[in-house]
Structure formats: structure tokens, C-alpha cells
């Protein structure tokens, strides 16, 4: 059986994400790629693997990211954001700039 490289392994990093859409609204989501996933948010190849959300408010980009250990704890930290209120994503946006 050939190995698909494609594929996240078990002890791949993942990141969650925040992105700023061209409409100013925030979108949370998490990747083991994020220059991949920030491409298929922008529609860029003739990817139609972007978030439905994002595909009517492009371009988007990247104003966010942690780096975790495993699906699990990036699933977690994602539903964490989200529960966040708009203020609070900001805050945290602002927090990582110098």
C-alpha cells in the first residue's frame, strides 16, 4: 500500500488561524499547511476547497496562527476562539503585534 504523503500524519503540526476577509469579518479554522489553506481561502490553482464563508469575501488573509502538538488540541483551541466575541479575536489579533 503506498504511503500518501498528502495526508497529515499523527504527530503532523497543526495550526489554528485566524483570517481577515476583504468584508472585515473574521474567520477561524485550523490546517497542517497554512500557506496551502490560505491559497484554497483565495481561490488561488482553481481550488474550490476554500470555506464556503470565505468564498464570496475574498481576498482573505492570514492575521492569525498557533502552532499545536495534534488534531485534538487544535479542534479544541479553534472552538475556544470561536466562542470568543469580535473584541476579544481582535485583542488576540493585537497581541502578537509588535
Not at 11 to 36: E, H, K, M, P
Not at 63 to 80: C, F, G, I, M
Request: net charge positive.
Amino acid at each position: 500500500m503506498p504511503n500518501d504523503l498528502t495526508k497529515p500524519s499523527l504527530t503532523s503540526t497543526w495550526f489554528v488561524y485566524l483570517i481577515r476577509c476583504a468584508d472585515n469579518s473574521l474567520y477561524t479554522g485550523i490546517t497542517t499547511d497554512l500557506n496551502r489553506r490560505l491559497a484554497e481561502h483565495n481561490g488561488e490553482k482553481n481550488s474550490n476547497k476554500g470555506a464556503r464563508y470565505t468564498r464570496h469575501r475574498r481576498p482573505v488573509c492570514l492575521v492569525y496562527s498557533e502552532t499545536l502538538a495534534n488534531r485534538a488540541s487544535a479542534s479544541q483551541r479553534e472552538y475556544a476562539i470561536k466562542q470568543l466575541s469580535r473584541a476579544a479575536k481582535e485583542q488576540l489579533i493585537t497581541s502578537l503585534t509588535p
